[in-house]
């Protein structure tokens, strides 16, 4: 069982920067793969970054890439996503997920965070 906890959300000008954590608990978190996904209002939830449990392999969205970089630390159990030149349509809930290979789709991560929003002003 993995608890996954995200912070770091906020209100932030389009053009600024944030960074989000995601807090795991257990003792295995190295051997999971990480991901970020997103959710606007009205939408589907949508793939943002993922990490390999060595943090060797990085995959990204197109709409993110350049933008935003995911890493982690295992010996701190922590996983974060750097947010870089945030535009208004990157405002969502995010919500940070764990599982056992990399991939887009909902269904390949088995835990998941209670999301943190970020919102991005014009």
């Known amino acids: 069982q993995v608890q996954l906890v995200e912070s770091g959300g906020g209100l932030v000008q389009a053009g600024g920067s944030l960074r989000l954590s995601c807090a795991a608990s257990?003792?295995?978190?190295?051997?999971?793969?990480m991901g970020w996904f997103r959710q606007a209002p009205g939408k589907e939830r949508e793939f943002v970054a993922a990490i390999t449990g060595s943090g060797g392999s990085t995959y990204y969205a197109d709409s993110v890439k350049g933008r935003f970089t995911i890493s982690r630390d295992n010996g701190a159990n922590m996983a974060y996503l750097q947010m870089y030149s945030l535009k208004p349509e990157d405002t969502a809930v995010y919500y940070c997920?764990?599982?056992?290979?990399?991939?887009?789709?909902?269904?390949?991560?088995?835990?998941w965070g209670q999301g943190t929003q970020v919102s991005v002003s014009s």
């Open positions: 997920a764990a599982g056992r290979r990399p991939g887009e789709g909902l269904g390949t991560y088995d835990y």
């Open positions: 257990g003792r295995t978190f190295s051997r999971y793969v």
